[in-house]
């Protein structure tokens, strides 16, 4: 093997650190002192921050091979990591929000007992190795084993508190829609593989813009001669599964208000900040298969504008605190869908960031306000909040405003740049609709955001408040908050292109990656922009006087309360079905027929058995009889066969 | 088949062949019917020379020592298969009486 580089190392050791402290942590942890989890467990995944953080200062951007992992004929894998400036801005985010989120963890997972303290932080590693391990890789082998094991990782953080049934059972359904989304990832690479013959990226890129090495293979005979997308169509719609199912779009949407189940941290970090935005890294990674693949890629722009308004209108009538958050989280993937479904890659990604930033921010100053009421999360019960948890309350105002996309926070720039590149898209019904909905969603996330903030933290307190005098969260909590808070509020900072002028530090890096936004917005996109903002803001502060709507629209209350009745409809649709199904199966299969077969058989040797043991009467004279007996016939034969 | 040569006097190899099977014929049935250890331990005994008889006889007729050696053989192991047989038959004399062999059947399931 040849030697390695610097950065070929460093890009290695971004993985490396995580996997050591997840094993560290699942082999000694539990049965060190709790001092040895609170290092390792947040130190894995500083270490890998560090190491992100020097590949983006070199500039590193290049596809390493470190050797030949799977060889069979044709089908060949290598093991390569792609650190490009995509895989490196989503390394950064990950490690950099997560190391935030895990720290944050330290204080709020405290009152765990040590095994369950040490298991945490295992999950927690190894979340973070898989979404990196999927960021990074570089060919459709390792994209699939980082998407199935943050899967994984979600399912047990979910189900962290397994002694609670609601757990379990969401833990179930994320793990279940998961992998729905799983194998359509996992036909969406067998397409790609048959048409290009080549399990990289790079190969299948290559093969997509003309340069292909498909000719010489028998493999290649599935592609139509004459070219045309249809195959590529076919492979981008079945990424897309994927990406909808991880990132909780329309229609596999419904796991992710459930997980809120799992520990507030892991709301933060994986439903919110990392996982359920490796949709839209699939779809900005996938681009040049979107780029030729037109009504696959018109079909993300469609979900993610859908999603964005059905889950914004839910979140308005919900009463637990991380619901509403996870509508949110989903309304704003809505938005990252949106964007990159029409070609702005870049706006997309910035506001994964943005999200990353505030959302986490949201999650975690909740999760100080959760921590402090007693595991209470109905919102109802909060109020007065602002005058007893003054740091927590500022920093869930900032991740308000910046979610409701009020300037200067982040989420003003990253929002209203989707808007505005959808809105000033040339020659573009569909974005120009999609604009439509994406405006609407933008005033109704002012309201729904209006109202949570509102009813938990302004006010007096609720009578029905668990803790009459809560405590503010611990400084090793409260200090993450406070450094989302600041990132939320100056993080726009760094691309304005919303305003239409100053910087785009964003753009820029993933330019080579994603390629540039490819058109300018005019004037009347800012003032698009603002008044947006100025309705959102306006809305924001009117749902302080918003009373349920039970007396005026009570048909829409129920059917936001029932979140449109898709659990409802799937229970009716799939689960009820199989189950009848599984219960005919059964009552008329299983039993009768395997069962059957079995008992028959097991009964038949008993029986055997016993008619031989009458064999065995154990007096020997029995058996010198028999020996006597079979001595005079072997005789017998003797002399027959000698004389005939 | 020519005769044997015994002591001077001529005499058939059949008749010796005859002997053997009913000496075995004999202790097989002993085998078979008797219930007391000593006797059946006898009519095994008895198989055993009938056996040997024969042996000796065909050593004998076809002028080859192997067979004699062999009925040498024998009856060493019969000396061994005696012991060992007695040995046994002793120890379960100490532990009860034992008049019929069908008393022992202890170890069927």
């Given at each position: 093997?040849?030697?390695?580089?610097?950065?070929?190392?460093?890009s290695?050791?971004?993985?490396?650190?995580?996997?050591a402290?997840?094993?560290?942590?699942?082999?000694?942890?539990?049965?060190?002192?709790?001092?040895?989890t609170?290092?390792?467990?947040?130190?894995?995944?500083?270490?890998?921050?560090?190491?992100?953080?020097?590949?983006?200062?070199?500039?590193?951007?290049?596809?390493?091979?470190?050797?030949?992992?799977?060889?069979?004929?044709?089908?060949?894998?290598?093991?390569?990591?792609?650190?490009?400036?995509?895989?490196?801005?989503?390394?950064?985010?990950i490690?950099?929000?997560?190391?935030?989120?895990?720290?944050?963890?330290?204080?709020?997972?405290?009152?765990?007992d040590?095994?369950?303290?040490?298991?945490?932080?295992?999950?927690?590693?190894?979340?973070?190795?898989?979404?990196?391990?999927?960021?990074?890789?570089?060919?459709?082998?390792?994209?699939?084993?980082?998407?199935?094991?943050?899967?994984?990782?979600?399912?047990?953080?979910?189900?962290f508190?397994?002694?609670?049934?609601?757990?379990?059972?969401?833990?179930?359904?994320a793990?279940?829609m998961?992998?729905?989304?799983d194998?359509?990832?996992?036909?969406?690479?067998?397409?790609l593989?048959?048409?290009y013959?080549?399990?990289?990226?790079?190969?299948?890129?290559?093969?997509?813009?003309?340069?292909?090495?498909?000719?010489?293979?028998?493999?290649?005979?599935?592609?139509?001669?004459n070219?045309?997308?249809?195959?590529?169509?076919?492979?981008?719609?079945?990424?897309?599964?994927?990406?909808?199912?991880?990132?909780?779009?329309?229609?596999?949407h419904?796991?992710?208000?459930?997980?809120m189940?799992?520990?507030?941290?892991?709301?933060?970090?994986?439903?919110?900040?990392?996982?359920?935005?490796?949709?839209?890294?699939?779809?900005?990674?996938?681009?040049p298969?979107?780029?030729?693949?037109?009504?696959a890629?018109?079909?993300?722009?469609?979900?993610?504008?859908?999603t964005?308004?059905?889950a914004?209108?839910?979140?308005?009538?919900?009463?637990?605190?991380?619901?509403?958050?996870?509508?949110?989280t989903?309304?704003?993937?809505?938005?990252?869908?949106?964007?990159?479904?029409?070609?702005?890659?870049?706006?997309?990604?910035?506001?994964?960031?943005?999200?990353?930033?505030?959302?986490?921010?949201?999650?975690?100053?909740?999760?100080?306000?959760?921590?402090s009421?007693?595991?209470?999360?109905?919102?109802r019960k909060?109020?007065?909040?602002?005058?007893?948890?003054?740091?927590?309350?500022?920093?869930?105002?900032?991740?308000?405003?910046?979610l409701?996309?009020v300037?200067?926070?982040?989420g003003?720039?990253?929002?209203?740049?989707?808007?505005g590149?959808?809105?000033?898209k040339?020659?573009d019904g569909?974005?120009?609709?999609?604009?439509?909905?994406?405006?609407?969603?933008?005033?109704?996330?002012?309201?729904?955001t209006?109202?949570?903030?509102w009813?938990?933290?302004?006010?007096?307190?609720?009578?029905?408040?668990?803790?009459?005098?809560?405590?503010?969260?611990?400084?090793?909590?409260?200090?993450?908050?406070?450094?989302?808070?600041?990132?939320?509020?100056?993080?726009?900072?760094?691309?304005?292109?919303?305003?239409?002028?100053?910087?785009?530090?964003?753009?820029d890096?993933?330019?080579?990656?994603?390629?540039?936004?490819?058109?300018?917005?005019?004037?009347?996109?800012?003032?698009?922009?603002?008044?947006?903002?100025?309705?959102?803001?306006?809305?924001?502060?009117?749902?302080?006087?918003?009373?349920?709507?039970?007396?005026?629209?009570?048909?829409?209350?129920?059917l936001?309360?029932?979140?449109?009745?898709?659990?409802?409809?799937?229970?009716a649709?799939?689960?009820?079905?199989?189950?009848?199904?599984?219960?005919?199966?059964?009552?008329?299969v299983?039993?009768?027929?395997?069962?059957?077969?079995?008992?028959?058989?097991?009964?038949?040797?008993?029986?055997?058995?016993?008619?031989?043991?009458?064999?065995?009467?154990?007096y020997?004279r029995?058996?010198?009889?028999?020996?006597?007996?079979g001595?005079?016939?072997?005789?017998?034969?003797?002399l027959?066969?000698?004389?005939? | 088949?020519?005769?044997?040569?015994?002591?001077?006097?001529?005499?058939?190899?059949?008749?010796f062949?005859?002997?053997?099977?009913?000496?075995f014929?004999?202790?097989?049935?002993?085998?078979?019917?008797?219930?007391?250890?000593?006797?059946?331990?006898?009519?095994?005994?008895?198989?055993?020379?009938?056996?040997?008889?024969?042996?000796?006889?065909f050593?004998r007729?076809?002028q080859?020592?192997?067979?004699?050696?062999?009925?040498?053989?024998v009856?060493?192991?019969?000396?061994a298969?005696?012991?060992?047989?007695?040995?046994?038959?002793?120890?379960?004399?100490?532990?009860?009486?034992l008049?019929?062999?069908?008393?022992?059947?202890?170890?069927?399931g």
């Amino acid at each position: 093997m040849t030697t390695l580089t610097s950065s070929q190392a460093i890009s290695l050791l971004v993985l490396l650190f995580p996997a050591a402290g997840a094993l560290l942590l699942a082999g000694r942890g539990w049965r060190l002192p709790r001092t040895f989890t609170v290092i390792v467990g947040p130190l894995a995944v500083w270490a890998a921050f560090i190491c992100s953080v020097n590949l983006f200062l070199n500039k590193v951007n290049a596809d390493f091979t470190y050797w030949t992992w799977i060889k069979s004929g044709a089908f060949e894998v290598p093991f390569n990591l792609l650190v490009d400036n995509l895989s490196i801005f989503m390394c950064l985010v990950i490690t950099g929000v997560g190391g935030l989120i895990v720290t944050y963890s330290v204080g709020y997972m405290s009152h765990e007992d040590d095994p369950s303290y040490a298991r945490f932080f295992t999950y927690m590693d190894v979340f973070i190795f898989s979404m990196l391990l999927l960021v990074l890789a570089g060919n459709f082998v390792f994209l699939i084993v980082g998407w199935a094991m943050v899967g994984l990782s979600s399912y047990l953080l979910i189900g962290f508190w397994y002694q609670r049934h609601s757990a379990v059972v969401a833990a179930r359904k994320a793990f279940v829609m998961n992998v729905i989304g799983d194998i359509g990832m996992i036909l969406g690479a067998f397409v790609l593989f048959v048409s290009y013959h080549a399990t990289t990226y790079s190969g299948v890129f290559a093969g997509i813009t003309g340069a292909n090495g498909c000719d010489s293979s028998h493999l290649c005979v599935f592609v139509p001669a004459n070219r045309d997308s249809s195959m590529l169509e076919l492979a981008a719609f079945l990424l897309l599964v994927g990406a909808v199912a991880k990132s909780a779009q329309l229609p596999l949407h419904a796991w992710l208000p459930d997980a809120m189940e799992g520990p507030t941290p892991v709301s933060a970090l994986i439903h919110a900040a990392t996982m359920v935005t490796a949709g839209v890294y699939l779809i900005g990674r996938m681009h040049p298969i979107y780029d030729v693949a037109v009504y696959a890629h018109a079909a993300v722009a469609i979900i993610g504008a859908v999603t964005a308004l059905f889950a914004a209108t839910i979140a308005i009538v919900q009463t637990d605190i991380k619901r509403v958050l996870a509508y949110s989280t989903m309304s704003q993937i809505g938005y990252m869908f949106l964007a990159v479904g029409i070609g702005a890659y870049s706006a997309g990604f910035f506001h994964l960031l943005s999200h990353a930033f505030f959302k986490a921010l949201l999650f975690m100053a909740a999760g100080n306000v959760i921590h402090s009421m007693h595991d209470e999360q109905d919102m109802r019960k909060y109020g007065g909040l602002w005058r007893q948890m003054r740091p927590t309350s500022i920093s869930f105002l900032v991740g308000s405003l910046s979610l409701v996309g009020v300037i200067p926070f982040v989420g003003f720039f990253s929002k209203e740049q989707i808007l505005g590149s959808a809105f000033s898209k040339p020659d573009d019904g569909l974005a120009l609709a999609v604009w439509g909905v994406g405006f609407v969603t933008a005033l109704v996330t002012g309201l729904y955001t209006g109202r949570m903030w509102w009813l938990a933290f302004a006010g007096t307190p609720s009578p029905q408040r668990p803790v009459e005098h809560p405590h503010e969260a611990p400084p090793v909590m409260l200090i993450p908050v406070g450094i989302l808070a600041v990132l939320a509020t100056v993080g726009g900072l760094i691309q304005t292109r919303a305003l239409g002028f100053g910087p785009s530090q964003v753009s820029d890096f993933l330019a080579s990656a994603v390629g540039k936004v490819g058109w300018e917005g005019g004037s009347s996109e800012v003032v698009v922009t603002f008044v947006t903002m100025v309705l959102a803001a306006a809305l924001f502060l009117a749902a302080r006087r918003m009373r349920p709507w039970s007396a005026a629209l009570p048909w829409a209350q129920r059917l936001l309360e029932h979140k449109y009745y898709f659990d409802e409809i799937y229970a009716a649709v799939f689960v009820r079905p199989l189950d009848a199904t599984a219960g005919l199966l059964l009552r008329d299969v299983e039993k009768p027929v395997i069962d059957g077969a079995v008992i028959e058989t097991g009964a038949l040797a008993t029986a055997g058995a016993g008619g031989l043991s009458l064999t065995q009467s154990g007096y020997f004279r029995n058996y010198v009889l028999v020996f006597v007996g079979g001595a005079l016939l072997a005789a017998a034969v003797v002399l027959v066969r000698a004389n005939s | 088949m020519s005769g044997l040569d015994i002591g001077g006097s001529q005499l058939d190899a059949s008749w010796f062949l005859i002997l053997g099977g009913i000496l075995f014929t004999l202790g097989a049935v002993g085998v078979l019917v008797r219930r007391n250890p000593l006797v059946i331990l006898i009519s095994i005994e008895l198989m055993l020379n009938a056996v040997n008889l024969t042996l000796v006889t065909f050593a004998r007729q076809l002028q080859n020592i192997e067979g004699q050696l062999f009925a040498l053989m024998v009856m060493t192991v019969a000396a061994a298969e005696a012991v060992v047989g007695l040995a046994i038959l002793v120890d379960i004399f100490r532990v009860r009486d034992l008049e019929d062999v069908d008393d022992l059947s202890e170890l069927k399931g």
